[in-house]
Nanobody, 122 residues
């Protein structure tokens, strides 16, 4: 079975930092583009960052650019989202998702993490 297991969420004060982890089980993350999404209460899902399958190209939504960093540790089969200078509006459930970017399903995530809650509050 393929699975993404997330960790690293929790409560943090404004201006603080958290690092989210997305660990692959049953497959090699190097073969997947990984994206991070978030969904705040009463809001739709927002794509916030991604990293490519091969060349490691990254993308960030304007809302997190300059504050969040996505990275891949191939040896550990983990993708991270380092979140710095967190703001209350960053409060959301964060999800990672993997996409092989092949075939008809290219661009559609094929495996999702379970989600982790990040709460930014004083």
């Amino acid at each position: 079975q393929v699975q993404l297991v997330q960790s690293g969420g929790g409560l943090v004060q404004p201006g603080g930092s958290l690092r989210l982890s997305c660990a692959a089980s049953g497959f090699n993350l190097d073969f997947y583009a990984i994206a991070w999404f978030r969904q705040a209460p009463e809001k739709g899902r927002e794509g916030i960052s991604s990293i490519s399958t091969s060349d490691g190209r990254t993308w960030y939504a304007d809302s997190v650019k300059g504050r969040f960093t996505i990275s891949r540790d191939s040896a550990k089969n983990i993708v991270y989202l380092q979140m710095n200078n967190l703001k209350p509006e960053d409060t959301a459930v964060y999800y990672c998702a993997g996409d092989t970017m092949t075939g008809a399903a290219a661009g559609t995530p094929e495996v999702w993490g379970q989600g982790t809650l990040v709460t930014v509050s004083s």
